[in-house]
């Protein structure tokens, strides 16, 4: 067996727990707003990092009370602070699916056209940036 330590949140000290509390789905908005201001006020690189992941599991168990905060800009900045780098993944992601469903949309419509698989592949490479591995993918 493995040694295994249980912890209850709700008999955990406030202020000297507040990160660990800070895993729970029941903060406050004044809970979040001090963690906020805390994770702003960090120097140290692996202090904002480690902040960060426990933030961010802490905004996925408390989307009630973050939404409540959005309305806040002070909060809504920080909370931006934060959460930049995944919604800047998350656009990237998007932007490179938009673009593949655009491309099949051009390749259906010139095919509709008559245009052939040469033709086509042809106009991808040229429009897209496309390499020739990557324009065969599309039709």
């Keep these: ?14 202020k000297a727990h507040k990160w660990l509390k800070a895993l729970s ?4 908005k004044e ?3 001090e963690l906020l201001d805390d994770r702003v006020r960090m120097s140290e690189k692996a202090d904002k990092e480690f ?7 802490s905004i996925g168990a408390n989307k009630q009370v973050i939404e409540e905060l959005i ?7 920080a909370l931006m602070e934060i959460m930049e780098p995944q919604l800047l993944l ?5 932007r490179k699916e938009g673009i593949k469903e655009g491309i099949r949309g051009a390749v259906d419509t010139l095919r509709e056209f ?9 106009a991808i490479i040229q429009r897209y940036g496309l390499s020739m591995e990557e324009a065969e993918e599309y039709l």
């Design 1 to 14: 067996m493995f040694p295994t330590q249980i912890i209850v949140i709700k008999e955990l000290e406030g």
């Design 90 to 94: 998350r656009e990237k992601e998007g």
């Design 51 to 57: 902040a960060d992941s426990v933030l961010e599991i």
């Design 71 to 77: 309305g806040d800009d002070d909060m809504c900045h």
């Design 31 to 33: 809970d979040i707003c």
């Design 25 to 28: 789905g029941s903060l406050k």
């Design 114 to 122: 008559g245009h052939g698989d040469l033709e086509i592949k042809n």
